[in-house]
C-alpha cells in the first residue's frame, strides 16, 4: 500500500507507449499470419492445379488419339479402294452408307473420302444440306499430308460446318507396291470437340487450349473460344486469316493479364475484360507436344484469400486472448489491492452507517405506524361508504318499482272495482234466491262470486311479486315468461287505450341466468316507457322481440311513437335526467335499469328505427341448461 493509499499505476509515458505499440503489434502478427497462409495456400492451390491439369491433359490426349486408326482402316477396306478406282461408273451411295455406319459406331462427327485432286468423292453425311460431297480440301494440310503418304492431322473451324473439330487423315493407294507409287485418295476423319469441353465444366477451374499461334481453340467457359491470349497485330490477324483455320472468326483479345510470375509455368493472372473480367487466377500452363498444343488451367484464388483471412483472424484473436490476458492479469493485481483499500475504507463506514440506519429505522418505524393506523380508518370509512350505497341503491330500485305501481294505480282500481261490483250484485241476488228456495240458482251466484274472488286474488299476487324486493339470486329464466308477466300488469291499460302488442318469440324456448325479478322490474319499466311515448298517437303498437344466438339473447322492446330526439341518445341512462313534464317522473327508471342490466353481465341500449319509434335492447348470456321446475310460494307466479 502507497502513502496515498491507492494501488500503483503505470507511469502515463508508459501507458502511451503500450497504447502505441498494441495496434503496431496486432497489424505486424495479422500480416505476418496471412502472408505464411498464402504461400501455403498457393502451393496447395498449384498442387491441385497440377493434378488437375495432367488429367484433364490425358483425358483430351485420349480421347483424340483413340480415332487415330480409324481413317487407315478405312484406308484399306476392298469396297473404298474398288470405288476410288472408277468413281465415275460406280453409284457412291453404298460407300456413303459405309462411312455412315462406321461414323455411327466410333462416335465421330464425319468421314469423308478424297480424291487426288482433294475433291470429296463419299461422305457420311451425304444426307445433309451441308454435305462435304463435291467440296474441294486442297487447302487444308490434312489433304496435303496424306497425299504425300504421310497420316495427317489437323485442328480448326469446319469450311461448312463452321464447328471446331480435329481432323484424322490417311492415304488410299490403290498400288502400294511401286517404289515411286504416289496415293491415290485421301481418307479423313473429323473428331468434335464439344464432348470434351463438357467435361471440364464441372471442375471448380477454368481450362484453355491454346495453339501456337496463342489462339484459344478449347475453352471451358464458351464465351473465351476463339480469342487469343495477347493482342494480335494486323499483320499476324491477315496471315491467320489466311489459313482459314479459324475461318472469318476476329480472333480479339482474352483480356488475359499477368499480375505475378511464380516460377515456369507458373502465374497470377487476371482478366480486364470479358466474362472473367475483376477476377484472380492461379494460372498453370502444361506443353501438349504429340497435339501441338498448349493447356493452360485457371484455378480461382478465393480459396487463397479465405485462407489469408482465416490466418489473420486467427492470429489476432490469439494476439488479441494474449493482450487480454495480461491486461487481466494486471487488472486483478490492481483490483486486488484496490479491494483491500476499500475493505479498510468500508469497515469505518459501515460503522457510521449502520448507527445512522438505527435511527433512521426507528423514526421511519414510527411513520410506518401512523400511516398503517391512517390507512385502516380510511378502509373502514370506505367499507361504511360502501354499504351506505348499496342500500341506497336497492332503495332507488325499490323506490322505482313503487312508482311504476303509482302510474298502475288508476288501471288496477279500475281492474278490481268491477269484480267488487259484480261480487255485491251477485250476493244480493243470492238473498234473493235463497228466500224464494231457489238454490240451483244460489250455487250459480256463489260460483260466479268465488271466480271474481280468484280474479282478483291473481292481480293482488302480481302487484304483491312486483313490489317485493329481489333476492339477487341468478338462476335460469324464460325471457318469454317474463315478457309475459310484465304485459298481465300492463293489461287493463292496454284495452283501455286500444295498443296493439305483436310479440316475436322464438319457437322454442329461451333462457338467461339472472335474477327474475330484477330483470321483470326492467322489462316493465321499458314497456312503461313505450306507453308513454306512443300516448296521443293514431294505431299505437307495442313490439316485443327475442332473438338469440350461440351465446347471447336480445330482448327488444319497440314502439310507433315519436321516438327519442337524437341529442338526448347519449344522456338517457344519466341519473336524474328525463323529458317527461316536472312531477311526472325523477329520471331514475332507465338509469336503474341500466345498472340492473350491467349487474346481470349484460347491456341495455336504446336506438331511433328507421319507420319511426324507439327500441330498448337488452343484451344477456345466453343459458344453455335447462333449468329445473321452480318451486312457487303462495303468493308468488311461476315465471318458467
Known sequence: MTATGHAPRLPRRWRRWLWLLAPLGLALVTWQAAEVARQQALQELRQDADNELRLSAAGLIGHLSRHDYLPRLLASREAVRRFLSSPESQDPMPLNRLLDRFRAATGVSDIYLLDRHA????????????????????????????????????????????????????????????PDASPDGVMVVKVLLDAIEESWADQDAELLVTDADDIIFMASRPELRMASLAPLSTDERKALLATRRYADE????????????????????????????????????????????EMLILKPLDSVAQAQWVSALLAGGLYGIVLLGGGFGWQRLRLRRERELFAERERHTLARARDELERNVASRTRDLVETNRRLSDEIEERKRAEADLRRTRDELIQAAKL??????????????????????????????????????????????????????????????????????????????DCFEYALRLFQTRLQETGVRVERRFPASPVWVNADPVRLEQVLVNLIGNALQAMAGCDNQQLTLRVEADSARVRLMVEDNGPGIPPEQLTRIFEPFFTTKSPGSGLGLGLSISSRIIDDLGGRLGAENLPAGGARFTILLPQEHLTPAPPCPDQESLPHA
Open 250 to 293: 476476329p480472333l480479339e483479345h482474352s483480356g488475359l493479364e499477368i499480375l505475378e510470375s511464380m516460377g515456369e509455368r507458373t502465374r497470377l493472372v487476371g482478366f480486364s475484360s470479358g466474362p472473367l473480367a475483376g477476377e484472380r487466377f492461379l494460372g498453370l500452363q502444361r506443353s501438349l507436344p504429340q497435339l501441338g498444343w
Open 403 to 480: 312508482a311504476v305501481l303509482g302510474q298502475l294505480a288508476a288501471g288496477i282500481n279500475h281492474e278490481l272495482n268491477q269484480p267488487l261490483a259484480a261480487i255485491r250484485a251477485y250476493a244480493e241476488n243470492a238473498r234473493a234466491f235463497l228466500a224464494r228456495e231457489r238454490r240451483e240458482s244460489v250455487d250459480r251466484n256463489l260460483a260466479e262470486i268465488v271466480e271474481l274472488t280468484g280474479r282478483m286474488a291473481e292481480i293482488s299476487a302480481q302487484l304483491r311479486q312486483f313490489s317485493r324486493k329481489g333476492d339477487e339470486r341468478r338462476s335460469a329464466v324464460s325471457v318469454t
Open 119 to 178: 475433291d470429296t468423292l463419299a461422305a457420311s453425311n451425304w444426307q445433309r444440306p451441308n454435305t462435304f460431297i463435291g467440296q474441294n480440301y486442297a487447302f487444308r494440310s490434312y489433304y496435303s499430308d496424306a497425299i504425300a503418304g504421310r497420316p495427317g492431322r489437323f485442328y480448326g473451324l469446319g469450311v461448312q460446318s463452321l464447328e471446331r473439330g480435329y481432323y484424322f487423315s490417311a492415304p488410299v493407294w490403290l498400288d502400294n507396291t511401286s
